[in-house]
């Protein structure tokens, strides 16, 4: 899952985006209204953090200017803790949640996960495929009851497929969601990485479907399991 930050305040900038980094996210990062407004029209982003008050253009108009082009990511503002203003003018810009500074950070994480979980349509911070389970607070995978360790491209896969379990998603769309701006994207790596996936969870879960892209789906005889 990739996830954009945008807040001016270079060391909380970065304080957020390495915390999201270590949560198994992919993470851009942009310092002021206008650069982060590009990557928001130009980029695409799974959910993003979003200061109100940045220099060149405010986080209220940029949020506008998004929902105005379409751009429907989940956006978590960033507000002053005494400025319920903010949050009004917030939710009816069209962002979905917001954090009052100063925050702890354990509750950004968990309100993207309610972020990312919703707009996937998951309930709880499990998702179930067959046999195999993805804890995206803990950022584990068991299958069938035993842990099964990834690197972090593994696991950004495995959690890209497994929140949208059951639709086909193509090679450019999974670049686009598991890399960061700066990566060297090549797709063949992707084929790489689905490869190492089904050797290590051992299950038939990651299907590919030919000329379109994989989906993850349980094996036929698993079909009426939880999902």
């Not at 990062?29 to 695409?44: P, S, V």
Request: charged share 30%; aromatic share 6%.
């Amino acid at each position: 899952m990739r996830l954009l930050v945008i807040e001016d305040d270079k060391d909380l900038n970065r304080q957020i985006a390495q915390a999201l980094e270590q949560s198994g996210y992919a993470v851009d990062r942009a310092f002021d209204g206008e650069e982060g407004q590009f990557l928001g029209e130009t980029e695409t982003y799974d959910a993003v953090v979003l200061d109100i008050g940045l220099p060149k253009k405010d986080g209220i108009t940029v949020l506008e200017e998004w929902r105005a082009n379409a751009r429907v990511m989940p956006v978590l503002i960033l507000t002053a803790r005494d400025r319920w203003s903010e949050k009004v003018q917030g939710f009816d810009a069209g962002a979905d949640d917001y954090v009052a500074k100063p925050f702890h950070m354990e509750e950004v994480l968990a309100r993207i996960r309610a972020l990312l979980r919703r707009a996937a349509g998951h309930a709880t911070n499990e998702i179930v495929c067959g046999s195999v389970r993805l804890d995206t607070k803990a950022g584990r995978v068991v299958v069938d009851g035993a842990p099964v360790k990834l690197t972090s491209h593994e696991y950004r896969l495995l959690a890209y497929l497994m929140h949208h379990s059951g639709r086909v998603v193509s090679r450019s769309e999974i670049i686009e969601h598991i890399y960061d701006q700066d990566f060297d994207r090549d797709s063949n790596t992707i084929e790489v990485f689905v490869g190492r996936l089904r050797k290590k969870l051992g299950v038939d879960l990651i299907h590919t479907v030919r000329g379109l892209g994989y989906m993850a789906a349980p094996a036929p005889e698993e079909s009426g399991g939880r999902r």
